[in-house]
Nanobody, 126 residues
Framework: EVQLAESGGGLVQAGGSLRLSCAAS????????IGWFRQAQGKEREAVSC???????YYADSVKGRFTISSDNDKPTVSLLMNSLKPEDTALYYC????????????????????WGQGTQVTVSS
């Protein structure tokens, strides 16, 4: 069974850092793109970042230069290092996986056709 398990959320002050991790099991990593969505209270769910097994990446404009995604294909695990956090980054962060090697496809279809974790809360105080 395909399973995604997130960890690393918490409470941090503005300007601080957190590292989120997503451990994947039950499928072949080489066939998938894995990444992160987030949903703030009262806001639309949005794609944050993703990475394919060959290392291609996507970042939302709002996090470019602050967040870095990486992967360990041997486990497999995908991590999101979040630096210079802002209160607007406060959200429930979900790990998602899509049967595609194209990061843009991940963004487009993850909501309707992807596998999802349970989410981990990130709260940034001002």
């Amino acid at each position: 069974e395909v399973q995604l398990a997130e960890s690393g959320g918490g409470l941090v002050q503005a300007g601080g850092s957190l590292r989120l991790s997503c451990a994947a099991s039950g499928f072949f990593w080489d066939d998938y793109t894995i990444g992160w969505f987030r949903q703030a209270q009262g806001k639309e769910r949005e794609a944050v970042s993703c990475i394919s097994s060959d290392g291609r990446t996507y970042y939302a404009d709002s996090v470019k230069g602050r967040f870095t995604i990486s992967s360990d294909n041997d486990k497999p695990t995908v991590s999101l290092l979040m630096n210079s956090l802002k209160p607007e980054d406060t959200a429930l962060y979900y790990c998602a996986a899509v049967l595609s090697s194209n990061p843009q496809t991940f963004v487009a279809i993850a909501t309707s056709a992807g596998y999802w974790g349970q989410g981990t809360q990130v709260t940034v105080s001002s």
